[in-house]
């Protein structure tokens, strides 16, 4: 793999599809359990261990695909209740050094994408074609965002970080 930082490729915007759409949905409704599942008994050296050189420990990873989530479930019923709200970008690196996403184990994170993705899966399983077409604005982009944007953005944020662990796992030889 030549870029250790996208080793499913960079976020590619696509059509809307009612395809994509169901495959988009179950990848929201399913990273709980793909992340889970990568984690699978590594022990705690492993856990501290970074995905790439430069990067996030496993640990710090895990726990910003929560905090990741929680923006955007919060961005997505902000887009469903207001006219182009103007959403907050959040210092991602800051939030990876901070003592939750340091000291407590990776399973407090799991259990609440559990819960966070099932009321999200909801949330989105109920949308119709003209709500996917809603938008935010995103500040720091400088641009606008149809709720159809973001949902394609986290299915591939999910599967994006889930390829992290599994391919530091082969790397280093980390069975499952």
Do not use: C
Request: net charge negative; glycine share 2%; charged share 20%.
């Amino acid at each position: 793999m030549d870029d250790l930082r996208f080793p499913i490729g960079k976020y590619i915007e696509q059509p809307y599809s009612d395809e994509k759409l169901q495959e988009w949905l179950l990848d929201i409704q399913y990273l709980p359990h793909h992340l889970e599942n990568a984690i699978l008994n590594l022990d705690e050296h492993q856990l501290e261990t970074p995905y790439r050189p430069g990067g996030w420990t496993v640990k710090q990873l895990v726990h910003h695909v929560a905090d990741s989530h929680m923006n955007s479930y919060i961005r997505f019923k902000l887009g469903l209740s207001e006219d182009n709200p103007t959403i907050k970008p959040y210092n991602q690196d800051a939030w990876a050094i901070m003592p939750d996403a340091n000291n407590l184990p990776t399973n407090i994170s799991i259990t609440l994408l559990f819960s966070l993705h099932k009321r999200w899966s909801e949330l989105l399983s109920s949308l119709s074609a003209d709500q996917w077409n809603r938008t935010v604005y995103h500040p720091e982009y400088k641009k606008q965002m149809t709720l159809w944007y973001l949902l394609g953005l986290y299915a591939w944020h999910s599967k994006h970080h889930v390829a992290h662990i599994i391919e530091l796992r082969k790397r280093m030889a980390w069975v499952n």
